[in-house]
């Protein structure tokens, strides 16, 4: 059975950096991703990776500023996040599919963490 938990979550001034974790099991091999959502506002992606962590992909909206890495051996998967700024504020989510191949689409990812607030204050 898979189950993604994230944690790292909380409040952060604008600039500020924060880590966000995401402990995985029940699979292996599986391309995994970082979804946001802000209230009143679609679901958005974020950064992915694919099985092996060699390939990765990020939206332009954080770009050079966002880390997307895992840890096979330890099941982990991690969005180091730096110079935050205000319109990061959102749930974000950790995502897994059964492939390995990177997607950037929310609807290839089956199964989906209960989701961590990220706040950052002006």
């Known amino acids: 059975q898979v189950q993604l938990v994230e944690s790292g979550g909380g409040l952060v001034q604008a600039g500020g950096s924060l880590r966000l974790s995401c402990a995985a099991s029940?699979?292996?091999?599986?391309?995994m991703g970082w979804f946001r959502q802000a209230p009143g506002r679609e679901r958005e992606f974020v950064a992915a990776?694919?099985?092996?962590?060699?390939?990765?992909a990020y939206a332009d909206s954080v770009k050079g500023r966002f880390t997307i890495s895992r840890d096979n051996a330890k099941n982990t998967l991690d969005l180091l996040m730096n110079s935050l700024k205000p319109e990061d504020t959102a749930v974000y989510y950790c995502?897994?599919?059964?492939?390995?191949?990177?997607?950037?689409?929310?609807?290839?990812?089956?199964?989906w963490g209960q989701g961590t607030q990220v706040t950052v204050s002006s």
């Open positions: 990776i694919d099985w092996s962590g060699t390939n990765t």
């Open positions: 995502a897994a599919r059964n492939y390995g191949v990177i997607s950037t689409s929310f609807t290839s990812y089956t199964y």
């Open positions: 029940g699979f292996s091999a599986y391309a």
